[in-house]
């Protein structure tokens, strides 16, 4: 349980307020207590494709970018709501650790998953890295009917951000 998250709340209560909203399938992941104010943000390492598909990173990525062990397992074993195990696609992790453009070295690499999707657009982080353009070609087929748009975001991912966390987007109901 995540203090700073809804500290009244249980994990069943929470379930039971998202259930009343129609959500029927809860996957918990412990994050990594302290590593930021969501104690490891799950929008740049997982994201839903499609009811039976979830865009995340390749088990050796998740252990690289700081998912646990236990985290990783509940990730890559997680069922729907169908009872259905997921199928994934695999979005790599940036080639290098991220370099800003005066030259200042992140020491770490770069997600592509925090990517936002618009009407007619994918805005999609990109690192001035090589594998932007893997990155970019898969979401590329995700979305064949948007034009994905690759946004260098390292002054906004030095402070801890990416795409998705700039914008307001609001999910349709």
């Known amino acids: 349980m995540n203090p700073n998250r809804n500290p009244d709340l249980s994990e069943a209560e929470i379930e039971e307020y998202l259930g009343s909203l129609g959500a029927t399938n809860f996957i918990w992941l412990d994050g990594v207590p302290g590593a930021d104010i969501t104690d490891f943000h799950i929008d740049g390492f997982a994201k839903f494709y499609d009811k039976s598909t ?19 397992k509940t990730l890559l074993n997680a069922k729907n709501a169908s009872g259905e195990a997921y199928k994934y696609v695999y979005l ?3 080639k290098h650790n991220v ?10 690499k770069g997600s592509y998953v925090n990517f936002y999707i618009g009407n007619k657009v994918v805005l999609v982080p990109n690192y001035n890295d090589p594998h932007d353009t893997i990155a970019n070609d898969i ?3 995700l979305y064949p009917e948007r034009k994905v748009v690759g946004i ?3 002054e906004l991912y ?13 999910p349709a109901i």
Do not use: Y
């Open 139 to 141: 979401i590329q087929k």
């Open 92 to 94: 790599p992790l940036s």
């Open 99 to 108: 370099t800003l453009e005066n030259g200042e070295a992140l020491g770490e």
């Open 54 to 72: 979830i865009i995340t990173f390749s088990e050796n990525d998740l252990a690289e970018w700081g998912l646990s062990a236990k985290d990783i």
């Open 152 to 154: 260098d975001v390292r």
């Open 158 to 170: 030095k402070d801890g951000g990416m795409i998705h966390c700039v914008t307001q987007q609001q």
